[in-house]
Structures are given as C-alpha cells and as structure tokens.
C-alpha cells in the first residue's frame, strides 16, 4: 500500500509534474467501460441497500 504521508508544496509538483494525466484518464475509462471500477458505500448505507425496508419505505 502506498504512503498516506503529506507531501510538501514542491513534493506534490514533482508529483504533478511526473504523471501523464492523459494515460491516467484513459486508463480510468477503460475501466468504467469494463466496469471494473469499485464503489465503497458506507456502514450505514451498505446495510440498508442489503436490507428491504428502504424499499417498502417507497411505496
């Protein structure tokens, strides 16, 4: 896993100034496209989405 530290101003311009933004949004689409993606819910809303009372509370 990568470090979660707090870069410096000129750190994070490094940073910025390495990566290629375009590689990084292509590969992102890609993986939308194949949905490969992952979206993390909440505690609170993960057991209500698994639950069926948000459900009955609709109608």
């Known amino acids: ?18 990566r290629d ?4 949004l292509l590969k992102s689409a890609r993986q939308m496209t194949a949905r490969k993606g992952c979206v993390v819910l909440p505690p609170d809303i993960s057991a209500r989405a698994k639950s069926a009372c948000h459900k009955q509370n609709k109608m």
């Open 1 to 18: 896993m990568k470090s979660k530290k707090i870069l410096t101003d000129k750190e994070l311009e490094a940073f910025e100034a390495s």
């Open 21 to 24: 933004m375009g590689k990084a």
